[in-house]
C-alpha cells in the first residue's frame, strides 16, 4: 500500500501473538509463571527435573495437531543448578509421566540436547551438545510419528542433536518447559525469536566462536577465569578476581571462623 517493491517469493519471520497457558506439571515446589516479555516469553520454574519416569516442571503450552516445525532463542537460563533445563516440548498430555519430546538446553558446560519419553516409564536423552548463551537457538520438529531436535548458534544452520519414532494423537500439548533441576528454588529462561524456520541448513557439527571455560591443571577443576585490576569506576565496579569451578560438586574456597565462601559446579564465583 506504501508503494515499496516486494521481491517475488521473499519470506520472512514474525514475533509470535498466540499466548501460553501456564501449568505446574508434577506439583513443584514454587509455582511457575508464563509472561509475555522483550518479544517473546519469560517462564519462572521449580521442579526437580524433566526426564525419568515422570516430570516436575512449568509448561506454558498450546494445544496442536499434525505436523510442526518452530525454532526459539533461548537468551537467558539463570544457573539455579548446572542441570537447570528450558526449551521446546511436545507431550500427549498434561499428566507428569506423559510421552513426550523436547529439544532442551542447560545454563552452562553441560549444553543442549534431544530428550523424549516415547513409552511411560522410559526416556531417552541423545545428541549433547556445547552451546553459548545467549547464542541458544533450539528446534523441535514432528513429521508423522517422527520428532527431531536441533541445535543451532544463528537461528540458520542446524545440527541434530536426536530424534525419536512414537505415536502422539491430535490434539497434544505444545510449548516451553522450564525445570530449575530443584524444588527449593526457582529459575527463569528467556525466550526469544519464536517461530517457523526459513530455509535451514543441516550440518554434522556446530564450531563455537570460542573455547568453553574449564580446567587448566589435572591437579584442579578451578580455574581463574578473569582479573579485574583497577577498575575506571571502583565506586561501582571494584577490583575482583573470578575463579570458574569446572567440576561436577561444589567447592569450598574458604572457611575460617564464621566466613565461608564456596563456588558451585559450573559456574564462576568472584
Known amino acids: 500500500m506504501a508503494g515499496n517493491q516486494i521481491d517475488a517469493n521473499s519470506k520472512t519471520n514474525f514475533n509470535t501473538v498466540a499466548g501460553y497457558t501456564q501449568i505446574d506439571i508434577g506439583s513443584p515446589g514454587i509455582s511457575g509463571s508464563v509472561t509475555s516479555s522483550g518479544g517473546g516469553f519469560d517462564v519462572t520454574a521449580a521442579g526437580n527435573d524433566i526426564g525419568g519416569n515422570s ?82 537457538w533450539l528446534r523441535l520438529k514432528r513429521t508423522g510419528s517422527n520428532f527431531f531436535g536441533f541445535a543451532s548458534f544463528d537461528g540458520s544452520t542446524w545440527v541434530q542433536l536426536g530424534s525419536v519414532t512414537m505415536n502422539m494423537s491430535d490434539p497434544f500439548y505444545f510449548g516451553l518447559a522450564v525445570s530449575s533441576h530443584t524444588n527449593a528454588a526457582a529459575t527463569t529462561a528467556q525466550f526469544r525469536n519464536i517461530g517457523s524456520p526459513i530455509n535451514p541448513t543441516l550440518v554434522n557439527s556446530l564450531a563455537p566462536t570460542s573455547e568453553p571455560l574449564g580446567p587448566s591443571t589435572r591437579k584442579t577443576g578451578l580455574v581463574i577465569s578473569e582479573i579485574m585490576y583497577h577498575p575506571r569506576d571502583p565506586a561501582t565496579n571494584g577490583e575482583f578476581v573470578e575463579i570458574f569451578n569446572s567440576q561436577a560438586f561444589w567447592e569450598i574456597l574458604a572457611a575460617t571462623g564464621s566466613l565461608a565462601m564456596s563456588t558451585s559446579p559450573f559456574h564462576p564465583t568472584r
Open 55 to 136: 516430570d516436575q516442571f512449568t509448561f506454558g503450552y498450546q494445544q496442536r495437531s499434525g505436523d510442526f516445525d518452530v525454532k526459539v532463542r533461548l537468551q537467558g537460563l539463570d544457573l539455579t543448578d548446572p542441570w537447570s533445563k528450558a526449551g521446546l516440548m511436545a507431550r500427549q498430555s498434561l499428566n507428569a509421566n506423559s510421552t513426550h519430546a523436547a529439544a532442551l538446553a542447560t545454563p552452562s558446560v553441560s549444553g543442549c540436547f534431544f530428550e523424549a519419553r516415547p513409552i511411560l516409564g522410559w526416556n531417552l536423552c541423545l545428541g549433547q551438545r556445547a552451546g553459548e548463551l545467549p547464542r541458544y
